[in-house]
C-alpha cells in the first residue's frame, strides 16, 4: 500500500519579505520538507484549514485570506476581507464550515464571518470586544483573546483570554453566526490561558496557560440545555519561574494520542501521552529543541518525526522521535525560515 503524501503549511512574519506562506513537500521517509512553492500575504500569523479540507484561511495584517487548496497541495487566492480591527492571532472555523472565527490579541476582540459554499469569506455576522481588568502585573491589564474553536458538538465556542485569566463559552447560533456569553472557565491569576484543544470524540478540553506553564483538562458534558466542565487534571509542564518561561505550541498527533506543547525560555518540546479512556495526561518526554523560542511544533503524521519553528532563531529543526524510548534525536541540519509562526501538515 502506497505511503500517504503530505504537504506543511508554514506561516511566518514577512519583515523584508513578502511571502508569508512557505509551502513544503513532506518527505515522509526521511522527516525533512522540501519548499515546493511560496504565496505573498502579509505577516501570517496563524493558519487554519476547513474541516472539509479543501480550503485554507490565514491571518494578515489587515483581515482574513481565503485559499483553496489545489490537487497537489499548492495555493490558489479566493478572496480578502477585513475583520474591522487589528491584526488576529488565531482562526478557527465551525464544524459546518459555514462560518469563521478570529481571535485579536490586540485589541481583545472577538470577529465572527460568514463562510460561503466556496470557500470564500463573507460578510462580519458578530464582533465582540471583551472588557475588563485583570492584573495590573505585566501584559495582563486589560483583555487580550488568543484563541477561539467550537465545541466538536458545534453548540459552542471557547475563546481564551490571556488578560483576563478565563475562557469564555459563547452559545452560538450557526444560523446567523451570533454569539452570546453562557458560561466562564476561570483560571489562576496570571495564568494566561492561550490555546485550547478537544479530544477527538469531543468530550475532554484541554486549556494550555502560555505563563504557569501548565495544562487543565476537564470533561465536557452537554445536559439539560447547559454545558458543563469538570475538571479532572492540572498538569504542570515545567516548573513555574516569573518571566523565566512561557508555554505556546499546543497540538495533537495525527491520532489524537499524543498531545504537544513546547516551552519558550526553557526551548524544549513536551509530549504527552493521552489516556484513551479518561484523558487524562502522562508525560512522554520533555526534551530541547536546538533553537530559541519554539513558537509552534508539530509531530508528523505516523508519529516517526517531529518539527520545532523557532520564532527566535528563525529555522525550522527535525528530530527523530521514538515515543516507546522516549527519545528526541535530531535530524539534520535546521532549515531557514524567517520568525516562522505557525505549521500544518495537509494529507494529499
Known amino acids: 500500500m502506497a505511503e500517504s503524501k503530505y504537504v506543511a503549511y508554514v506561516s511566518s512574519y514577512t519583515m523584508g519579505d513578502r511571502h508569508g506562506i512557505r509551502i513544503y513537500d ?48 499548492r495555493l490558489e487566492f479566493i478572496n480578502w476581507c477585513s475583520i474591522n480591527g487589528m491584526r488576529g492571532c488565531y482562526l478557527s472555523t465551525d464544524y459546518t464550515d459555514k462560518f469563521l472565527f478570529v481571535a485579536g490579541y490586540h485589541d481583545g476582540k472577538l470577529t465572527v464571518l460568514s463562510l460561503n459554499d466556496d470557500g470564500s469569506i463573507g460578510k ?51 444560523l446567523n453566526g451570533k454569539v452570546h456569553l453562557v458560561d466562564i472557565i476561570r483560571s489562576e491569576l496570571e495564568s494566561a490561558p492561550r490555546h485550547i484543544k478537544i479530544s477527538k470524540d469531543g468530550r475532554i478540553i484541554y486549556i494550555l496557560h502560555e505563563q504557569k506553564c501548565y495544562i487543565d483538562v476537564y470533561e465536557y458534558e452537554f445536559k439539560n440545555n447547559l454545558p458543563y466542565f469538570n475538571k479532572i487534571q492540572t ?26 506543547t513546547s516551552v519558550a525560555g526553557d526551548n524544549s518540546v513536551a509530549v504527552y501521552d493521552v489516556d484513551e479512556k479518561t484523558g487524562k495526561l502522562k508525560e512522554n518526554f520533555n526534551l530541547p529543541i536546538a533553537g530559541e523560542y519554539p513558537k509552534d511544533a508539530e509531530i508528523f ?29 535530531m535530524n539534520g541540519k535546521p532549515l531557514n525560515v524567517h520568525t516562522p509562526n505557525c505549521i500544518m501538515f495537509h494529507k494529499l
Open 124 to 174: 462580519i455576522t458578530d464582533e465582540i470586544y471583551h472588557k475588563g481588568m485583570g492584573s495590573a502585573a505585566n501584559r495582563n491589564f486589560r483583555p487580550h483573546i488568543n484563541c477561539a474553536r467550537m465545541t466538536h458538538d458545534n453548540r459552542y465556542l471557547l475563546v481564551a483570554d490571556q488578560g483576563m485569566d478565563h475562557v469564555n463559552v459563547y452559545g452560538f447560533d450557526d
Open 235 to 260: 498538569k504542570t509542564i515545567v516548573p513555574w519561574e516569573s518571566g523565566t518561561n512561557a508555554v505556546s505550541a499546543f497540538s495533537f498527533s495525527q491520532d489524537y494520542k499524543y498531545l504537544l
Open 301 to 329: 503524521p505516523g508519529n516517526k518525526f517531529l518539527v520545532s519553528l523557532n520564532h527566535e532563531t528563525d529555522s525550522m529543526t527535525f528530530f527523530r522521535v521514538d515515543l516507546k524510548a522516549h527519545t528526541l534525536v
Open 26 to 73: 513532506v518527505d515522509m521517509q526521511e522527516g525533512r520538507f522540501y519548499e515546493k512553492d511560496k504565496v505573498e500575504i502579509t505577516n501570517s500569523s496563524y493558519l487554519c484549514e476547513s474541516h472539509n479540507r479543501k480550503y485554507l484561511y490565514s491571518i494578515t495584517d489587515t483581515g482574513v485570506e481565503a485559499f483553496k487548496i489545489c490537487r497537489d497541495g
